[in-house]
C-alpha cells in the first residue's frame, strides 16, 4: 500500500538555524508528493509540491526535492524564523487516486 | 484563506447524538473531499465528491455519511457519535476530479462527551 514516513518531532532550532525534515514514502507507481503545514488553531495549507522524480518544490524559502532512488522528499529551509513554528506534513497522492496519505507530521518549534 | 469554508468552527455534543458538518469549497472546485485528523489515528481520507457524486471512499464508518448538493457545498453527518469519535474534521477542495492540489479549510472541531 501507499505509506509516508517522516522523522519524529519536535524538532528544536534557533532563529536562522538550516532546517530539514526527512520524509521517504513507498508507493506502487509514481505518486505527486507535497508538504503541507499546519499553524497552531489553523487548517491544512499547501506549502510545495513536486508531481515526478528530480522535480524540486519550493515556497517561502522552503524547498524539497523528489528523488524516487531513494523514495524521499525531504524539506529544507536554510534559515528558520519563529514564524515558521508549525506542524509540517508529508504527503503523497498515487496515480488514479486522489486521496492524500499523509505522514504523521513533524513539529517544528523555532526559539529567537 | 484557501477559500474553503467550514462551518461550526466547534461542537461540543454527548454521545449517540447526531451532528451535520458543512462546507463549501473555493469558488470554481468541483471535488470536495472529507478529511479526519486524530490523535491516534493522524490525518486520514473519509471520502469524495465530485460534482455530486461520490467519487471514492476511504476509513469512513458506517455511521458516518456524506454529500455534496448541487451549489457543490458538501455535509459531513456523523450519527450515534461515541468518545473516539472526537477530532478535527477538515474538508478540502480541487479544481476537478483528477487535480493533485487540494486546498484545506480551517475545520471542524468535534469534542463528543
Known amino acids: 500500500g501507499n505509506s509516508v514516513t517522516q522523522m519524529e518531532g519536535p524538532v528544536t532550532l534557533s532563529e536562522e538555524a538550516f532546517l530539514t525534515i526527512n520524509c521517504t514514502y513507498t508507493?506502487?507507481?509514481?505518486?505527486?508528493l507535497f508538504w503541507y503545514v499546519q499553524y497552531p488553531g489553523e487548517g491544512l495549507q499547501l506549502l510545495l509540491k513536486?508531481?515526478?522524480?528530480?522535480d524540486k518544490g519550493s515556497n517561502k524559502g522552503f524547498e524539497a526535492t523528489y528523488r524516487k532512488e531513494t523514495t524521499s522528499f525531504h524539506l529544507e529551509k536554510g534559515s528558520v524564523q519563529v514564524s515558521d513554528s508549525a506542524v509540517y506534513f508529508c504527503?503523497?497522492?498515487?496515480?488514479?487516486?486522489?486521496?492524500?496519505?499523509f505522514g504523521t507530521g513533524t513539529r517544528l518549534l523555532v526559539s529567537p | 484563506d484557501s477559500g474553503v469554508t467550514q462551518t461550526p468552527k466547534h461542537l461540543i455534543t454527548a454521545t449517540g447524538q447526531r451532528v451535520t458538518l458543512r462546507c463549501s469549497p473555493r469558488?470554481?472546485?468541483?471535488?470536495v473531499y472529507w478529511y479526519q485528523q486524530s490523535l491516534d489515528q493522524g490525518l486520514q481520507f473519509l471520502i469524495q465528491?465530485?460534482?455530486?457524486?461520490?467519487?471514492a471512499k476511504g476509513n469512513i464508518l458506517e455511521r458516518f455519511s456524506a454529500q455534496q448538493f448541487p451549489d457543490l457545498h458538501s455535509e459531513l453527518n456523523l450519527s450515534s457519535l461515541e468518545l473516539g469519535d472526537s477530532a478535527l474534521y477538515f474538508c478540502?477542495?480541487?479544481?476537478?476530479?483528477?487535480?493533485?492540489?487540494?486546498?484545506f479549510g480551517p475545520g471542524t472541531r468535534l469534542t463528543v462527551t
Open positions: 478540502a477542495s480541487s479544481r476537478d476530479r483528477s487535480s493533485y492540489e487540494q486546498y
Open positions: 508507493a506502487t507507481g509514481y505518486p505527486s
Open positions: 513536486a508531481t515526478k522524480a528530480d
Open positions: 504527503a503523497l497522492i498515487n496515480t488514479g487516486f486522489q486521496k492524500l496519505v
Open positions: 469558488s470554481g472546485d468541483l471535488s
Open positions: 465528491y465530485y460534482n455530486g457524486e461520490e467519487r
